[in-house]
């Protein structure tokens, strides 16, 4: 029955989980329009105890989960209400995470005064902290909660996680008063399309207009920090132009906000066109890591993972090992790598945003290479054997694995730290929700990547690269190196295209990119 019950409980959270990006969005909407970042984590973590909460509830009490399979083949299917209950705590787990994902590194960062050099230094580090807090409590959750559920109780693996969010929400009230609070400053993809639309009615002006620009007088209550005007995009600024003063009424308010919006509501905008470029180079490395959490498992499963006579390595914890290079290059860079840096070379030693970019792509690329490398060794020797089990232990594979969590730690921590410094302080919520949907992106792109390998090389009857139940007979091998050559691509195109939407500087301030084309428009 247990067995039974994880099976349906993983399809079933694959399916609720392909729709966290809207939920996502959702919570970051919200979070700026309406409760701010505060009350928007809180009722966050709120629906997911409730939703662990009733998950535990399916495990402890019987009436909410159909009885003991007997016979496989005269199993008692669930009740509908039953069914209801599972998808009622499993939707309040996925409306929980919309609220938190988007808000949780945004709030974070409130908490640090960007005008200073030590809070962004701070800033960084914080970056840093959160996903090796991140990582580490899934390494505790894939390893001792999973343990637990599988030989001890499923209702005490269960209860444990609801205990620890519980613990969690105490902790968070707690420390309410001393948090910084940002008000919500309504809702930015309103203001979003009124730009496109007040651009597109006025696309007829010439790039030389001689117009005035709606650039209202900062209120001097407000706390939303006002945004330098840059010169890239400039198609959207007409959306600002003052055509006829009529557009504007006896206060100085445009008569239509559809036709006429202010030039911080097309800085906004610009602000997240920016970071598209990047974006994408973030959606190319996150692929090479879905490879080894789906094909690297694939391979541990296919070779010898024997330790000694009586212990055999779970091939699902081959992904640990990525979390684990990921938590000790974090320890080791903010622990040793940067104070034994300052005391020797006595400055900032802290990589840039650009270097940390290009080395998490490197580290993808050899990911990839490495892998492909790997399977040649394990095919041919199972080959040789005439086995489905490779001899090849299974050790050989944490290269790759620590390469996969290597690029993690350069490229997804920096990437973190580039959409939530690079858009406005109103907006860091969807920086949070951006991030997260280039994960759920990535993944889909994955599929499309393996599904179209697996026809292309399986036309004319021919044996497929991918697919079916024995690696042996397919060449995973040349898909690991044709993901590299895509690797390979993202980063002539990171060289090419979106590096120069990066700041170059170690100390980047909040809009360094605004800053760095500032200083570059100058000194031309």
């Known amino acids: 029955m247990e067995g039974h019950q994880v099976h349906s409980s993983k399809r079933v959270v694959r399916e609720i989980g392909s729709n966290e990006p809207h939920f996502q969005h959702n919570g970051a909407i919200i979070s700026d329009a ?42 008692i299917q669930p009740h509908k ?77 269960f209860a444990i996680p609801t205990a620890c969010l519980a613990i969690s929400i105490a902790i968070f009230l707690i420390g309410h008063h001393t948090y910084i609070c940002k008000k919500p400053q309504g809702t930015v ?47 959207l600024d007409k959306a600002a132009v003052i055509v006829d003063p009529s557009e504007l009424n006896e206060e100085g308010v445009p008569v239509n906000s559809w036709k006429l919006c202010s030039v911080q509501q097309v800085e906004n905008l610009k602000c997240l066109v920016a970071i598209m470029p990047v974006w994408v180079t973030g959606v190319g490395c996150f692929v090479v890591m879905d490879q080894q959490s789906t094909f690297g498992v694939l391979q541990a499963l296919q070779m010898d993972r024997s330790i000694g006579k009586h212990f055999m390595i779970p091939p699902g914890w081959m992904g640990i090992s990525s979390m684990i290079a990921l938590s000790i290059w974090i320890f080791l860079y903010e622990q040793i790598y940067i104070r034994m840096a300052k005391k020797l070379l006595k400055s900032d030693s802290r990589l840039t ?115 079916g139940h024995d690696l042996n007979n397919n060449k995973l091998d040349n898909f690991y190196f044709i993901v590299a050559a895509i690797g390979f691509v993202n980063l002539i195109y990171f060289m090419l295209v979106a590096r120069k939407y990066v700041p170059f500087t170690k100390d980047v301030k909040l809009g360094g990119l605004r800053q760095m084309e500032t200083s570059e428009e100058s000194s031309s």
């Open 189 to 235: 993809f309103v203001d979003m399309a009124k730009v496109i639309t007040a651009a597109f009615r006025k696309r007829e002006i010439k790039s030389g207009y001689e117009h005035s620009f709606y650039d209202p007088a900062e209120d001097l209550e407000s706390e939303v920090r006002k945004l330098i005007k840059i010169k890239r995009f400039k198609c």
């Open 34 to 75: 309406w409760l701010g970042r505060f009350l928007t984590l809180l009722i966050g973590t709120i629906f997911s105890l409730l939703g662990m909460a009733a998950m535990t509830l399916t495990a402890g009490l019987p009436e909410l989960r159909p009885p003991a399979c007997q016979q496989e083949a005269s199993c």
């Open 353 to 467: 945003m650009h270097q940390r970019i290009i080395i998490g792509i490197i580290m993808s690329i050899l990911c990839m290479i490495v892998a492909g490398i790997v399977e040649q060794k394990r095919r041919a020797m199972a080959i040789r054997e005439k086995s489905f089990t490779s001899p090849l232990h299974v050790l050989v594979l944490l290269p790759q694995f620590a390469l996969s969590g290597l690029t993690e730690a350069f490229a997804a921590v920096a990437l973190m730290e580039f959409f939530t410094i690079q858009l406005p302080e109103s907006m860091r919520s969807i920086a949070g929700a951006v991030f997260f949907l280039s994960l759920s992106i990535a993944s889909y792109l994955s599929t499309l990547i393996v599904n179209t390998m697996h026809s292309i090389t399986g036309e004319g009857g021919k044996t497929p690269w991918l697919g």
């Open 81 to 157: 209400w039953q069914l209801a209950f599972l998808f009622i705590s499993l939707g309040l787990i996925a409306m929980g995470a919309g609220g938190i994902r988007p808000c949780n590194i945004a709030f974070g960062a409130d908490q640090f005064d960007t005008n200073t050099k030590k809070g962004r230094a701070h800033l960084e580090s914080f970056f840093n902290w959160w996903y090796f807090s991140f990582t580490i409590a899934l390494v505790i959750a894939l390893t001792g909660v999973v343990y637990v559920q599988t030989n001890i109780s499923w209702l005490t693996g």
